[in-house]
């Protein structure tokens, strides 16, 4: 199983040279396997998405977390929507409202995109998930509902030999008391448990989260805590603030090295970045 990040931005992209090196698109993941591909998230950095030259697999999947506008801004730049030849599932968090193919809708569409989804050339197919379980090619994926405002989900994404858990945007530590040390109270445990490979929100420092409480992302300090509670291998902290330079970024990281000693690796995501899991 090959990942790869294509964008580990939170909130809104941030072009510049004080973001080049851990990146400025929204949240944008492709995971591989045996000719398939999953596209996690359709931030900006999915205009950078294409298919390999002589793929023999026409299918494309695109696993939505939910449908604020730094996780779908990209899909309007997919390429593969354009390509009639092409066959792209998307898979999004169901509402209680309104569809999926109607919310996604009210963003391609005018006056906020030229081009309709019904008028996009390829084969499209949408599928609503919550608390899912579903193959896709070597793929086992399992979605569940976590805290974050709107309908959300994480995956957990079993290839044949590796696990990547894909949680973005998440506040497992939202409540009186935190954290909870009872890790079967803790939200999206079930998708953490024991994976090889974590992207997860990690967007404030323990001093600017007091200041976010509610808002539906993580300190880094809780993301280290769940993970260690999870028993994760690998950890990538993601969905950085907009407002933090590579510079502060890196700071930051240091003194989290000084102060949280864990036994797993753990570092900061960065665009670009290819990870193979055995």
Same mark, same amino acid.
């Given at each position: 199983?090959?990942?790869?990040?294509?964008?580990?931005?939170?909130?809104?992209?941030?072009?510049?040279?004080?973001?080049?090196?851990?990146?400025?698109?929204?949240?944008?993941?492709?995971?591989?396997?045996?000719?398939?591909?999953?596209?996690?998230?359709?931030?900006?950095?999915?205009?950078?998405?294409?298919?390999?030259?002589?793929?023999?697999?026409?299918?494309?999947?695109?696993?939505?977390?939910?449908?604020?506008?730094?996780?779908?801004?990209?899909?309007?730049?997919?390429?593969?929507?354009?390509?009639?030849?092409?066959?792209?599932?998307?898979?999004?968090?169901?509402? /209680?409202?309104?569809?999926?193919?109607?919310?996604?809708?009210?963003?391609?569409?005018?006056?906020?995109?030229?081009?309709?989804?019904?008028?996009?050339?390829?084969?499209?197919?949408?599928?609503?998930?919550?608390?899912?379980?579903?193959?896709?090619?070597?793929?086992?994926?399992?979605?569940?509902?976590?805290?974050?405002?709107?309908?959300?989900?994480?995956?957990?994404?079993?290839?044949?030999?590796?696990?990547?858990?894909?949680?973005?945007?998440?506040?497992?530590?939202?409540?009186?008391?935190?954290? /909870?040390?009872?890790?079967?109270?803790?939200?999206?445990?079930?998708?953490?448990?024991? /994976?090889?490979?974590?992207?997860?929100?990690?967007?404030?420092?323990?001093?600017?989260?007091?200041?976010?409480?509610?808002?539906?992302?993580?300190?880094?300090?809780?993301?280290?805590?769940?993970?260690?509670?999870?028993?994760?291998?690998?950890?990538?902290?993601?969905?950085?603030?907009? /407002?933090?330079?590579?510079?502060?970024?890196?700071?930051?990281?240091?003194?989290?090295?000084?102060?949280?000693?864990?036994?797993?690796?753990?570092?900061?995501?960065?665009?670009?970045?290819?990870?193979?899991?055995?």
């Amino acid at each position: 199983m090959k990942v790869t990040l294509r964008g580990v931005r939170g909130s809104i992209p941030t072009s510049g040279p004080d973001t080049a090196y851990y990146g400025g698109n929204t949240s944008c993941a492709v995971v591989q396997e045996d000719n398939w591909t999953l596209v996690l998230d359709g931030g900006s950095g999915m205009q950078k998405f294409r298919l390999e030259n002589g793929s023999a697999n026409k299918r494309i999947d695109i696993l939505l977390t939910h449908l604020h506008l730094d996780h779908i801004q990209g899909l309007g730049f997919f390429a593969p929507f354009f390509d009639p030849s092409l066959e792209v599932h998307i898979w999004g968090p169901t509402s /209680a409202t309104h569809s999926l193919h109607s919310r996604l809708s009210r963003y391609l569409s005018p006056p906020l995109f030229p081009v309709l989804i019904r008028d996009l050339p390829c084969k499209l197919v949408m599928h609503e998930i919550d608390y899912s379980s579903f193959e896709i090619g070597p793929f086992s994926v399992h979605s569940r509902n976590i805290i974050h405002p709107g309908p959300t989900v994480g995956f957990r994404i079993k290839g044949k030999n590796s696990v990547f858990t894909y949680i973005p945007d998440h506040e497992p530590a939202l409540g009186l008391t935190g954290l /909870a040390e009872d890790r079967k109270w803790i939200s999206g445990i079930d998708l953490a448990m024991d /994976a090889d490979l974590m992207l997860h929100d990690a967007q404030y420092t323990d001093a600017e989260y007091k200041a976010h409480i509610g808002w539906g992302h993580s300190s880094m300090e809780d993301t280290t805590k769940f993970a260690s509670i999870a028993g994760v291998k690998h950890l990538l902290l993601a969905h950085h603030d907009p /407002a933090h330079t590579d510079a502060q970024l890196s700071k930051i990281y240091a003194g989290l090295r000084k102060k949280l000693d864990y036994p797993f690796k753990y570092e900061m995501a960065a665009e670009g970045m290819e990870i193979e899991l055995p």
